[in-house]
């Protein structure tokens, strides 16, 4: 029988390339997502397009326990992706977010434990665990923020630089990574909890409050300006979502050694870009000017982020495959096919999806 997974939030940017994965590798997908984050059942229709009923779906919350359970209960491995995830959002509405992001993912805890043969769980935290990193000593270089600190130059942030939970998004997330964690101390759970950065890729229907990366391209192509909070000199580590998927599976593939472990993923220091960077790419990318407005820094924005991903290089051999320039770019192809050919000029979407699974390949562990 083939190897059965669930991916809550699977409807949504990270967990539709996920599944695409899977499904193209002849494993069972079932994808539980309440459809809340607008566009993504564009996502559900693109899984089956390509797979038919093999895509299974089922329209639920993860604040529903009985969902939850009825959904683990058929599966060999969870990868627990829904969340409420925009610190924007979580600013205005904390009780929800709370309730989505931690008390959601003990459900996915709680059912997960009480199975006879518990799956494995693979938990999607946040680089806003490490809060707004105050503490660095930076400097502003023409490529943006930088540390002082020449290790820290070199190789990013460690799992082992200290929690600061900041804003109700980094507190959720930062409460459910911990218990999933604790619950492989606790229960001898094999759950695995990956901290990322900056993902970005096709699938993402990036807006201003979450997945600026797509966001900015969104807006150059329908020739529209975009607000940089802060001065732009932000530097992040971007990683292509092909790579991500690849990172999952070969931690799944290495559960003996995974198992009980954090990791920081992200493109690390050789994807490492800042947003005026970004925004300079983009206007080359897609031959608008993209005109920008500056506002105040967004509560708890870190000035520089770069993950470093030794540990799980150590661990399973995963590395980030594809460049900035090559993600971008596949991103700008897949967002072209989607906006109106009266504002720019229409990219087939086979040419972009035979691409993806050529670097897919490439991701590969
Ligand atoms: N994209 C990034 O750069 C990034 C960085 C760090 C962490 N993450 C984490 O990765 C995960 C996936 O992020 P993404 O970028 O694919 O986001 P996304 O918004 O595209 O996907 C999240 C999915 O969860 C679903 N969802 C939301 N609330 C739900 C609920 N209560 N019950 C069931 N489904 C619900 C949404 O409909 C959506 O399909 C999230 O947990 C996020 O916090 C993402």
Redesign the pocket.
């Given at each position: 029988m083939s190897t059965s997974n669930l991916i809550?939030?699977?409807?949504?940017?990270?967990?539709a390339n996920l599944a695409q994965r899977l499904l193209s590798q002849g494993e069972r997908v079932l994808i539980?997502?309440?459809?809340?984050?607008p566009n993504?059942e564009q996502?559900v229709a693109w899984l089956r397009q390509q797979f038919g009923e093999h895509a299974e779906l089922r329209v639920?919350?993860?604040?529903d326990l009985a969902a939850v359970r009825d959904c683990v209960r058929q599966v060999d491995h969870v990868f627990?992706?829904?969340?409420?995830?925009a610190v924007t959002t979580s600013l205005a509405a904390p009780l929800e977010d709370f309730d989505?992001?931690a008390r959601?993912t003990l459900h996915v805890l709680e059912a997960v434990r009480t199975q006879p043969k518990p799956p494995s769980l693979f938990f999607?935290?946040?680089?806003?665990v490490y809060g707004e990193l105050a503490r660095l000593s930076l400097s502003a270089t023409p490529r943006g923020y930088l540390p002082m600190a020449a290790d820290l130059s070199e190789h990013g942030v460690r799992e082992d630089a200290p929690l600061d939970f900041h804003s109700p998004y980094g507190c959720s997330?930062g409460c459910a990574d911990q218990y999933v964690l604790d619950h492989a101390r606790c229960f001898g759970l094999r759950s695995v909890v990956f901290r990322?950065?900056?993902?970005?890729g096709p699938r993402?229907?990036g807006t201003e409050d979450?997945?600026w990366v797509a966001h900015f391209m969104l807006q150059a192509l329908q020739q529209q300006p975009v607000t940089v909070y802060g001065d732009g000199q932000q530097t992040r580590d971007l990683l292509f979502v092909a790579d991500l998927v690849s990172a999952f599976l070969a931690a799944r593939s290495r559960l003996d050694v995974c198992a009980g472990q954090v990791f920081n993923v992200g493109g690390g220091p050789r994807n490492f870009s800042s947003v005026l960077d970004v925004l300079e790419r983009t206007r080359r990318l897609t031959g608008w000017h993209l005109p920008v407005q500056f506002a105040d820094w967004r509560t708890g924005d870190q000035r520089y982020y770069v993950s470093d991903h030794r540990k799980l290089t150590r661990l399973t051999g995963w590395q980030p495959r594809v460049t900035v320039t090559e993600g971008l770019g596949l991103l700008h192809e897949w967002l072209s096919s989607l906006v109106p050919p009266s504002q720019t000029q229409p990219v087939a979407q086979g040419r972009s999806e035979a691409r993806m699974e050529g670097l897919a390949q490439r991701a590969a562990p």
């Open positions: 809550t939030g699977g409807a949504g940017f990270i967990g539980l997502d309440n459809l809340s984050r993504v996502n639920a919350d993860v604040r627990h992706l829904a969340a409420q995830v989505v992001n959601g999607t935290s946040t680089n806003k997330k990322m950065s900056c993902i970005y993402q229907f979450q997945g």
